[in-house]
Nanobody, 119 residues
Framework: QVQLVESGGGLVQAGGSLRLSCAAS????????MGWYRQAPGKQRELVAD???????NYADSVKGRFTISRDNAKNTVYLQMNSLKPEDTAVYYC?????????????WGQGTQVTVSS
């Protein structure tokens, strides 16, 4: 089992910045992917960004150039630096820890943190 603890959400004005953190604990597989999804009211959950154990990163087109994902493998923690925030970034952001070497692949989810961007 893997437990995830998220922090860093809040209310910010458009153009502002926030930094999300997600710390994983428990039975941590060495090879994994950690990332962030978000879900706005009435919409499906969507990928924001993820990063694997080797440092490869992947971003949704809507956040490229504004958001940066990073990780500290020693702390099993992933970060999401969000700059130039827009009202359309408002959503609940969920951290995910993905055991990519399992069959089938298994995801663990955080409890979610609210990000609200006012215009």
């Amino acid at each position: 089992q893997v437990q995830l603890v998220e922090s860093g959400g809040g209310l910010v004005q458009a153009g502002g910045s926030l930094r999300l953190s997600c710390a994983a604990s428990g039975n941590i597989a060495t090879i994994n992917t950690m990332g962030w999804y978000r879900q706005a009211p009435g919409k499906q959950r969507e990928l924001v960004a993820d990063t694997n154990s080797f440092g490869r990163t992947n971003y949704a087109d809507s956040v490229k150039g504004r958001f940066t994902i990073s990780r500290d493998n020693a702390k099993n923690t992933v970060y999401l630096q969000m700059n130039s925030l827009k009202p359309e970034d408002t959503a609940v952001y969920y951290c995910v820890f993905r055991e990519v070497m399992r069959t089938p692949i298994r995801d663990y989810w955080g409890q979610g943190t609210q990000v609200t961007v006012s215009s």
